[in-house]
């Protein structure tokens, strides 16, 4: 699937819910060519932001050995190491430091970004000077730890966004250990990574940009289900991609990620079937639940499939559920990305003459 750079950038903003952080940014993904030279500019810039706005600072602890008291006196390393007879004593000192956890991942990234063959020379000249700005910063080999290591609050918030494009960029850089060069990965090739960046998108797209339905994401527990508490937990959990309600209708939607949006079987295609049956089970507990709960809207049930290519919208009513199976164009602009997500949730024309069930055995 061929997605174009500028709405790899939207579709990223969105998911990892930077839009604001993202706007600021001075990019234009529309000029890039290849995902690692939007990854490139987008730290270039980012980077550049925060070192007007100044780099974040915080105390950390550092051991020392000295002639004087200095901050904490470890005295069990003290002796342990028998300085006193050097007239030295071991303290842990804590300084107010720029070479603290966040500023050490963008100061990895930008390293192994310097390795990158698919960046022309001017992009890695602008890189290395952002390198060098960072020269009380210390160098380390990064690992996934270094970036559960970080904490972020309300003063260094804004270095969320940076995080996210490195950890983006650790996951999909290949690194060849033995030349040292680096090359990209076409992260949209990975069906699984792709596949939670979709649904992380689709929820804050309709979070942020719609104000009808309420959007979240349930936990749903079975319903009509007779079996003792120590067998029921062995039932696969149900959570929805997205749940969206007002006071008139409640849509289920999940959204998924595929190279075809249909499958295929000995030259004849179909929905994927597997897609279906979750969401058939979704409404069938919903409605159980609501039946319980005197609420009597219809619940409808949509499949997501993002596409570059054949676009479908296809409609059936299912034991009185309402099931739509559409594609979201993204080989197109990005005005018309927003219009398509918005107009899913107009109702299905089947939905409009739906009776409301009240046996919850049909």
Known sequence: MTIPIQNIYYLLCYAWDKLQEGQIVSVSPEDCQT?????????????????????DRNYISEEIETSSLRGKFDITTTIKQNLLRKSRVHCVVDSFSYDVPHNRIIKATLRNLLRCRELDRDQRD?????????????????????FNNVQLHRNNAWYGFLLQVCRLIYDNLLINEETGDSQFRDFLRDERQMARLFENFVFNFYRKEQSVFKVKSELLTWQGVDATPEDQQFLPRMRTD????????????????????????????SVHSENLYQLFAYLKNFYLKNIQNGDSRPIEGILLYPTTGQSLSLNYEIHGHSIRIVTLNLNTSWKEIRQQLLNILEPNPLSLTLPVLENPEH
């Open 126 to 146: 602008r890189l290395l000077r952002l390198y060098r700005r960072l020269h009380d910063v210390s160098d380390i080999k990064l690992t996934p730890k270094d």
């Open 35 to 55: 995902t690692a030279e939007l990854f490139a500019r987008v730290l270039d810039s980012g980077v550049t932001h925060l070192l007007k706005r100044g780099l």
């Open 242 to 269: 997205v749940s969206l309600d007002s006071s008139t209708r409640k849509i289920v939607l999940d959204a998924k990620y595929y190279k075809d949006s249909l499958q295929s079987f000995h030259g004849n295609s």
